[in-house]
């Protein structure tokens, strides 16, 4: 019930999503509904506010990542990508997470109940979640989790962030994760300028 999440919209500029707050969300899950759950270490869930992977989702098992929607009237709703079956394989080796779909930000929640029931319903005795996420395949995952994709019954709440009060927007600036700390472009000038003079 220990999920990795980066600061999100809290401190970063570049975030789409408010990522801490729905990390409390989805560790309430763990700890009310699946407590047999809490201390297993076979899931790793890991959340960042973008697609920049500064809170790891890419290498999770279950790993979730800040995006919108637009419903039919073209409204925009906060979103997240759900990816599946990252993470270390414990020999030495590891593997980036599948994206899968991606759901309305207020079903994150429901997103781990039906993964984890299903899990424990189908689940072999001792299967490992990648395993059992190799098993039954992408598409399966995809099946079981579109009906939280539906935009068809929206309601007010779905179109406000987690943690948030005011309708949901997209505006991003500079953020603060790797991908924006240094300016690869005038670094490429200033190496460009000293091959030069060197030359």
Not at 103 to 126: M, T
Not at 163 to 173: H, P, S
Request: proline letters at 3%; one cysteine or more.
């Amino acid at each position: 019930a220990n999920i990795t999440a980066c600061p999100g919209t809290d401190t970063c500029n570049l975030a789409i999503s408010d990522s801490v707050s729905i990390t409390y969300e989805l560790e309430k899950v763990i700890d009310q509904e699946f407590p047999d759950l809490v201390k297993n270490n076979d899931f790793k869930i890991k959340i960042s506010g973008c697609m920049n992977s500064c809170g790891q989702h890419g290498m999770a098992n279950i790993g979730f990542h800040g995006s919108s929607l637009k419903d039919a009237n073209k409204n925009v709703l906060p979103a997240l990508q759900v990816l599946l079956g990252g993470g270390s394989s414990g020999d030495g080796f590891g593997r980036a997470a599948e994206k899968v779909i991606k759901v309305p930000s207020k079903r994150g929640p429901q997103v781990l109940r039906y993964i984890f029931a299903d899990y424990q319903d189908n689940g072999l005795e001792g299967e490992y979640f990648n395993n059992y996420f190799d098993r039954k395949g992408k598409n399966y995952f995809y099946e079981l989790l579109k009906p939280l994709a539906s935009l068809d019954a929206l309601v007010q709440s779905d179109f406000i962030d987690w943690g948030q009060e005011v309708a949901f927007e997209t505006a991003i600036g500079v953020g603060e994760c790797a991908a924006v700390m240094v300016d690869l472009v005038a670094i490429l000038f200033v190496e460009a300028d000293e091959k030069l003079a060197d030359a």
